[in-house]
């Protein structure tokens, strides 16, 4: 494999609209951005992180002092939550008001970041509250500068304009993407995902496998997002099961961590719809649902659905986790069941019914994610009409396994 000989300890500039760091050691590059961020004239940020991962991982012991010698004064909000909710981002936001903060620094997954990216856009709103930001009441178009250090290889969300916040009293779990939420700088070091719990690893990179065989397939599809597509599938069904053997394994966290930039980067030109809108739903009515786990015991009968309209596309992405297709429509339900057998290869067993949901659910669960803000959204760019029929039997056949 051409990617043994990457000197995974020499850190990449990986552009897009973002400039990310990758490599073991990019958090050095925090001495940078921080004098970087001084010179623009900030003098105060805010760090947005959840509530252990930035001390455990040992990230804040580079994080704080890099701040310290550039001459930026911080506040800490450090009580994030898997899941966040908007009540969690408007008491970020109300401490960065009160500091006087002019730029956010965001530390860990996808929630941390994601709520960091929201605090940065209401930092410009004053007035406006996160409820509002994320029933798409306004649209932001400026957003205070954004540092993002990812502590995991699944969301991606370090160098897009994407991020996901609950409404909980709503069980609304809406995403928001506007250009002014993509990140000035992202840092990917893989040594500081080594500490993921096994079940952390799985779900965070099937995260990443979801959002380009989405991204892949939707109505805004490209080959580039199609080529960045083949390349995560591969770089995680080779190194995620290596990773979960072997955890402290940099080279494999290294090409997660790239398949996770990559999958970022592919779904921020791509856009997503099935998977990620009727997944919502799932983790906002539970919200100590991984949003990788919903993902996974939804993607079979998502393949399902939608392979007789793009069989050509997802016979390629697929290939390194189910070979040998021929890109025939009536392979449809030998996909969804080797898409499921790779799951469970995992470890990855659960399905709907295992997580506590029933076919009384079902109905619920449609429902919101036909009327939760943004995911009609989604759902319009799904490659087959999704319709309330078809929402409905995703969930069903998602209630139990395929090979049962």
Known sequence: MWETKVPINEVREIRSRTLAYLGVGAIDKIKDIAQELKGKGIDKVIVVTGRGSYKRTGVWDHVEPALKAAGLDYALFDQVTPNPTVHEVDAATEIGKKFGA????????????????????LLKYPDRKAG???EL?????????????????????????????TIPEKDY????AYDCLYPLYAIDDPQFTVGLS????????????????????????????????????????????????????????????????????????????FTHALEHPLS???????????????????????????????????????????????????????????????????????EGYAEDDLERLTDLAMKTPSLDGLLAMAPIPADRKTVARIYKESLYPYNA
């Not at 779990?173 to 928001?176: N, S, T």
């Not at 995620?240 to 494999?252: C, F, G, K």
């Open 102 to 121: 002019q730029a956010v620094v965001a530390i860990g997954g996808g929630s941390p970041i994601d709520a960091g990216k929201s605090v940065a856009a």
């Open 132 to 134: 509002e930001l994320y």
């Open 137 to 165: 009441q306004f649209a932001p178009e400026k957003a205070a500068p954004i540092v993002a250090i990812n502590l995991t290889h699944g969301t991606g969300t370090e160098v897009d304009r994407f991020a996901v916040v």
């Open 173 to 176: 779990k809406p995403a928001i």
């Open 198 to 273: 096994p079940r952390q690893t799985r779900f965070v990179s099937i995260d990443a496998v979801n959002h380009v065989i989405e991204a892949s397939t939707t109505k805004a599809a490209s080959p580039y997002t199609t080529l960045l597509a083949m390349e995560t599938v591969r770089l995680v069904a080779r190194y995620l099961p290596e990773a979960l053997s072997h955890p402290d394994n940099l080279t494999a966290r290294y090409y997660l961590m790239y398949a996770s930039l990559i999958a970022g980067i592919s779904f921020d030109n791509g856009l997503l719809h």
């Open 284 to 354: 906002a009515v539970k919200p100590d649902l991984s949003h990788g786990l919903g993902l996974a015991m939804l993607l079979p009968s998502v393949v399902k659905a939608i392979y007789p309209a793009v069989p050509e596309v997802l016979a390629y992405v697929l290939s390194p986790i189910v070979p040998d297709l021929k890109a025939l429509p009536a392979e449809a339900e030998r996909v969804a069941k080797g898409v499921e057998n790779w799951l469970f290869t995992l470890g990855v067993t659960s399905k709907l019914s295992d």
